[in-house]
């Protein structure tokens, strides 16, 4: 009974866990570049329940069954692995905000490939981000809405002057006085990146390889994947099965407690 008390109650945690990834994906859905995140469930390793002892187990028709003979197998319960973005490229709208640059994925020969801008955080560090919602800082740099650095393609961050440049369709940044070429880097698989905070992403990426073709389309910008019709209708999914389990989780609640206040009791 204790088995599926926990069964059921992991059932719920992995439910909520799944909900607050669901909650996540809805008030990010205006948020331009976001990916959304998918829950991957998966259940507890299998155990193998096997009786102990030298007696016999009478059962039906008198059939003596061995106490240390194998009964079977028994799941104990779900758990979230992890949280798996989809990099689906989103929807292309125009805002004609010089400032706004848009990364369109035209021919990506690896399945899993993808492009992003490089950006450098508040720690120094490189990251990449498909956000291209850009902005001048004070000192006439290009950075994203918190402040990080928009790199070049050498690394260093681009300094523009002001809003008034031009970005041609291969990433070339262009102002009266510079050309500087947009830090984009491309990676074969974005399953191994790491999701942070701020529309960032962390690990290993390179230069364009050839065969890549991408356009950078200033004045748009790429919005969230966010599907909201199938996101609601998967939050109500996955209440109802946190619903379920509870119920389940009650029924063994009570059944212990008749176990305790009836069964056991004397005289």
């Known amino acids: 009974m204790l088995r599926g008390f926990y069964t059921a109650a992991s059932g719920m945690m992995a439910q909520q866990r799944y909900q607050e990834a669901l909650g996540n994906n809805i008030a990010n859905m205006n948020t331009p570049g ?3 995140d998918q ?3 998966r259940s507890f390793p299998e155990m193998l329940i096997q009786a102990q002892g030298n007696k016999q187990l009478p059962t039906k028709n008198n059939f003596k069954v061995p106490f240390n003979q ?3 197998s028994i799941n104990t319960g779900v758990y979230v ?6 990099f689906a490229q989103g929807d292309i709208r125009e805002t004609g905000i010089g400032t706004d640059l848009a990364l369109v994925q035209v021919n990506v020969p690896d399945e899993n490939g993808g492009l992003f801008f490089r950006v450098q955080n508040e720690a ?6 498909r956000n291209g919602n ?3 800082d004070g000192d006439g740099y290009l950075v994203t809405n918190q402040g990080y650095y928009v790199l070049s393609s050498t690394g260093e961050p681009i300094q523009p002057g002001g809003p008034h440049f031009n970005v041609t369709d291969t990433g070339i940044l262009q102002t009266e006085t510079q050309t500087v070429p947009l830090g984009i880097a491309y990676t074969a698989d974005v399953n191994g990146l790491i999701k942070e905070g701020d529309n960032l992403y962390a690990g290993e990426a390179g230069a ?4 890549v073709e991408f356009n950078v389309r200033q004045g748009f910008l790429e919005g969230s994947n966010v599907d909201a019709a ?3 209708t998967e939050m109500m999914n996955a209440y109802r099965s946190f619903e379920l389990n509870q119920r389940v989780l009650k029924a063994y609640d009570e059944s212990l407690g008749k176990a305790v206040s009836e069964i056991g009791r004397l005289g």
């Open 34 to 36: 976001f990916k959304a």
């Open 39 to 41: 829950a991957t469930i």
């Open 70 to 72: 194998t009964i079977g």
């Open 81 to 86: 692995q992890e949280f798996v973005p989809d």
């Open 124 to 129: 120094g560090e490189e990251r990449l981000t």
């Open 134 to 136: 850009f902005t001048i």
């Open 208 to 211: 364009v390889p050839a065969g």
């Open 230 to 232: 199938r996101t609601m």
